[in-house]
């Protein structure tokens, strides 16, 4: 029975990696995959093994997360402690695969084999590098399961009828991609009144906001965007409890957006069927505002027109994108 290896830092997991792991799965009975990871590195080594174990169930997929060595210069004892951590965590080794040169001598002195794939990059033309200095501009090479970790997160808040989710259609329409809605809205048409809500009520609304957020960004163009939050969940049960689940505040600070876009109830409401909270706009919008702050969350005031709301808005989340783009270009790309 053929039994190969496969090793690396996967920072982060890509394409090529995918292509190297599959190809490599092709040519042995059994593939072992070490994810190794140290602490000092930018994305932890769990998340980086939990995204490969579930993109490749035929492989066995094992994360390394002992500070050792990484490079021979670095310790005299390089080559036998990554022996030995490969003992250890593969056993006999018939295939070592890489990408990369490295693999002749690791091979050798495993008293295996060699198989290089796509040394030049022919085939999928990426390294880790790139993605990490502009995971943007990188998009198609990330997988599946990797996006939520790069994708910048975009949520609104504002009071009723201040144009949140003709906003957060707008917006995704613009970037061409997906949007989450407000569950709370949903919740309430399928026949429980806002005004009847309980704190158990609060609590499914505030479970159901976050899973379809959290499902909604592995679809994600780079983008994702949000129609309300968690912090949002918390203004609704205090106004209409004067009180709020116990979890509910902790769960909602812990979630972080890249950038928070308040909407000022300042244009004309409008009764849909659903509104409860017209005379209470200002009120609403003051605890908003309180709740980001205590989150430590920044976010930007939109106000006017719904057109001018729209353009800056536009505005806004563009300079986000290029932001991050320029920023990471600023950054040595770690080796």
Not at 307 to 318: G, L
């Amino acid at each position: 029975m053929m039994h190969g290896l496969i090793i690396g830092k996967f920072l982060p997991y890509h394409a090529g990696h995918a292509h190297l792991i599959r190809a490599a799965r092709a040519r042995v009975d059994r593939l072992t995959v070490l994810v190794c990871s140290i602490a000092a590195e930018p994305i932890p080594g769990g998340v980086r093994h939990r995204w490969m174990h579930g993109e490749h169930p035929d492989c066995t997929v094992l994360h390394v997360s002992e500070e050792l060595p990484q490079t021979p210069e670095e310790h005299p004892s390089f080559w036998a402690r990554w022996l030995d951590v490969i003992a250890r965590h593969a056993g006999h080794v018939d295939v070592v695969f890489t990408s990369e040169m490295y693999g002749d001598e690791l091979a050798a002195r495993l008293g295996a084999r060699h198989d290089c794939v796509d040394l030049a990059r022919h085939t999928v033309p990426i390294s880790g590098s790139a993605i990490r200095e502009d995971p943007m501009a990188t998009w198609d090479f990330l997988p599946r399961a990797a996006r939520p970790w790069f994708a910048r997160r975009v949520v609104l808040l504002g009071p009723e009828s201040s144009g949140k989710t003709t906003l957060a259609r707008t917006l995704a329409e613009e970037f061409e991609t997906v949007w989450v809605p407000e569950y709370g809205r949903e919740y309430c048409e399928a026949g429980r009144p806002a005004l009847d809500l309980t704190l158990p009520d609060f609590e499914a609304i505030a479970w159901g906001q976050a899973a379809m957020e959290d499902a909604a960004v592995f679809d994600a163009n780079r983008l994702l965007i949000c129609d309300t939050d968690l912090l949002t969940t918390c203004t609704w049960s205090d106004l209409i409890l004067d009180a709020r689940p116990a979890w509910l505040t902790q769960a909602a600070r812990s979630r972080h957006y890249d950038l928070a876009l308040l909407l000022d109830g300042d244009v004309p409401w409008v009764d849909d069927g659903t509104r409860v909270l017209d005379m209470r706009r200002a009120e609403h919008s003051r605890r908003l505002r309180a709740e980001l702050r205590a989150a430590h969350q920044p976010y930007v005031r939109l106000g006017g027109t719904f057109a001018e709301r729209t353009a800056t808005a536009i505005e806004r989340v563009r300079s986000l994108l290029t932001a991050h783009a320029e920023k990471a270009a600023l950054v040595a790309p770690l080796r």
